[in-house]
């Protein structure tokens, strides 16, 4: 789909105001939440407006002016109320425009909503890395996320909603926001980067739709008669989960069970009862540990550690924030016996605020109570452990702690209540609802919770394509995958693993589709976080993507290998689409299939490999920091890839 040129547009469309506390109108119109003040609607196609009301009542839809503007025999477009009281009218392709107001009518019954613009929607969903907020990494880019504020791009994230039991027609929203710091703080980075950097591209206001659930599989996104194709045993759970009774009784099994595990840990902790946290607590029989080789294996219970730390005159009595960079599990956190801080689980980084007057001049004490539930009280390598004040001043803490065992509890029995991951919950609670919304284009990162079963991702991606663009009623709707980052401990040799595993899928549903590029990202990623914070550099990759599907530009993504050819000398020789240097990174298999590092060298869109074989890998492990293949002309990082060797 090409859109056509922008042209100045000075009738302004305003879409009428939901009266959501009027039950007469409630029981007369319905419109979805989508459909709401301060709505993006799609450019150059075709626009499903919807919405419920008694069947077989006519329902009036047409577009108007801005407020206090007049518009003469505005075009209306009419439709039916079926059986159900649902009816959908189809507004015609429009250029850029606003603001302008939808005014949807039925008898007497009117409903305007306001400030609504005609711009480019994009859909981003998957799992946590889309997730991944403006908070979790604003220290990244702190300056642009303090100053950047605009009207022109408009957010809009769809709560979570686990459904079982068929798809809703209703979703979870507090509605569209305008870009801000405070409304962006809580909203998906990457579709917050992507919306700033297309509407600087286009001119165009853009909406940005958030619809993601951390953890999720991509058997949660597609319905559960796809899922059995895939999987019969775990479409059957969420069959018997479907029943809302079953499900009560496993959260309220699960709830009671929670309950007094932690009240058995509270009162068996010498640490609670000994007051462990207090800044003249007694901690001189502690043992001393290295805070990344701390004395314990495995830990149901608690683990208790403590840091003294000198504060200088000037510093005491201020404000500072604590930065305690990411824990495992839960922790409970406090500064001379006042707790600053707790988190609940592993993944979120720990940034505590210090309250004034809490720092004294001279010894302080930092308490941390770990609380596991089987796995090793740990710190992740390479984030910042230090004390900052406002003046920018950093006291680094030191890696040496005095910790104590706290108490050693029994195993928490639970059943399963993470509905969210079983078969069709997020498709049904979240994604139907959006559907059939104008949308210029889907943005897909997810995978993290498949890399156990990656073979048969790539089919379950292509399901996953298919059944939305038939739901959203666009064949064409262009998808753009973002491919696992890099991620976990490099390893020198050759590994099987299910994370490369995955990328391959992920990179043959792609090729495999003409309508979805991929976006590389195999070296953005961290070592220590599956949360990657450099979410602004991989939008640049996504609009790069959607500038080649959707604007229909001739721009060159990420290398991909076209061929490996035996030679005769005893080289292999690798055809890429487009110019590469490359040094390092690849593998070639045996008759055994057992996989060698070798070495290589680049000639224009070819990599001469030095040895032979009978398979060819690329970038083909968990972090593979040593890989270095990239275009000559963007310097994008080629795609990991496994493909033949052919004779």
Not at 288 to 297: D, I, N
Request: hydrophobic content about 40%.
């Amino acid at each position: 789909m090409r859109y056509p040129n922008i042209i100045p547009f000075k009738v302004t469309l305003v879409l009428c105001g939901f009266l959501f506390f009027a039950p007469t109108l409630w029981a007369a119109i319905r419109l979805p939440r989508l459909i709401s003040n301060g709505m993006v609607l799609q450019r150059g196609m075709e626009v499903p407006v919807w919405g419920w009301t008694e069947p077989g009542q006519t329902v009036n839809v047409c577009l108007l002016p801005a407020v206090g503007k007049a518009k003469k025999n505005p075009v209306i477009y009419t439709a039916t109320a079926d059986s159900t009281g649902k009816w959908q009218v189809r507004l015609p392709a429009m250029r850029a425009a606003g603001p302008l107001a939808l005014q949807v009518s039925s008898g007497e019954v009117k409903i305007v909503v306001n400030d609504v613009w005609v711009g480019d929607v994009w859909v981003c969903s998957g799992q946590s890395n889309i997730d991944t907020n403006i908070e979790r990494v604003y220290p990244q880019y702190p300056e642009e996320i303090d100053r950047d504020s605009t009207t022109r791009v408009r957010l809009f994230k769809v709560e979570n909603e686990a459904a079982l039991k068929g798809p809703h027609s209703f979703l979870l929203s507090s509605g569209w926001k305008t870009l801000s710091k405070k409304n962006a703080w809580r909203f998906s980075a990457l579709g917050y980067f992507m919306g700033k950097q297309m509407e600087a591209k286009t001119g165009v206001v853009q909406g940005i739709i958030q619809c993601s659930w951390g953890g999720t599989p991509i058997e949660s996104w597609i319905p559960r008669d796809s899922v059995a194709r895939f999987d019969k045993r775990m479409a059957d759970e969420a069959l018997f989960y479907e029943d809302a009774n079953v499900r009560e009784a496993a959260k309220e099994a699960n709830q009671i069970a929670a309950d007094r595990w932690n009240e058995l840990l509270n009162q068996l902790d010498p640490g609670i009862s000994g007051n462990w946290t207090a800044a003249d607590f007694d901690d001189s029989g502690w043992e001393r540990a290295q805070q990344y080789k701390l004395p314990v294996a495995r830990l149901n219970g608690s683990f208790w550690m403590r840091e003294h730390i000198c504060i200088d005159a000037a510093h005491a009595g201020q404000e500072a924030l604590l930065l305690l960079g990411t824990l495992v599990d839960a922790d409970f956190t406090y500064v001379n016996g006042t707790l600053v801080g707790q988190t609940g689980y592993q993944y979120p980084p720990r940034r505590y605020n210090i309250p004034q007057g809490l720092l004294r001049e001279g010894d302080n004490v930092i308490t941390i109570r770990f609380v596991n539930h089987g796995a090793a009280p740990q710190f992740v390598q390479e984030k910042p452990y230090l004390i900052r004040w406002t003046d920018g001043t950093t006291l680094p803490l030191s890696q040496e702690w005095l910790v104590h065992q706290g108490v050693t509890m029994p195993n928490q029995p639970s059943m399963p209540t993470g509905f969210q991951n079983m078969a069709a919950a997020a498709y049904n609670g979240m994604l139907f609802p959006l559907t059939p919304y104008a949308v210029a284009g889907i943005i897909w990162y997810q995978g993290e919770s498949n890399t156990g079963r990656a073979k048969v991702y790539e089919a379950q991606l292509r399901c996953l394509m298919q059944d939305w663009r038939q739901q959203f009623q666009q064949p064409a709707l262009p998808f753009v995958i973002v491919q696992l980052a890099n991620f976990m401990a490099p390893s020198p040799k050759p590994q099987e693993t299910g994370w490369a595993e995955l990328r391959e899928s992920q990179r043959r549903a792609a090729l495999s589709d003409p309508r979805a590029e991929l976006a590389v990202a195999i070296d953005l990623g961290e070592a220590n976080d599956i949360h990657p914070l450099r979410k602004k550099e991989l939008a640049e990759r996504v609009l790069l993507a959607f500038d080649k599907l959707v604007f229909g530009k001739r721009v060159s993504l990420s290398p991909q290998p076209l061929s490996a050819k035996a030679a005769g000398d005893g080289t292999i020789v690798v055809t890429f689409d487009q110019p590469v240097s490359a040094t390092r990174g690849f593998e070639i298999s045996n008759a055994e299939g057992s996989f060698r590092n070798v070495g290589c060298e680049a000639k224009g869109s070819q990599v001469i490999i030095h040895g032979q074989g009978t398979r060819l890998r690329y970038a083909w492990k968990n972090n593979p920091i040593e890989a270095d293949c990239r275009a000559q002309k963007s310097l994008l990082p080629a795609t990991p890839f496994e493909i033949p060797i052919a004779e």
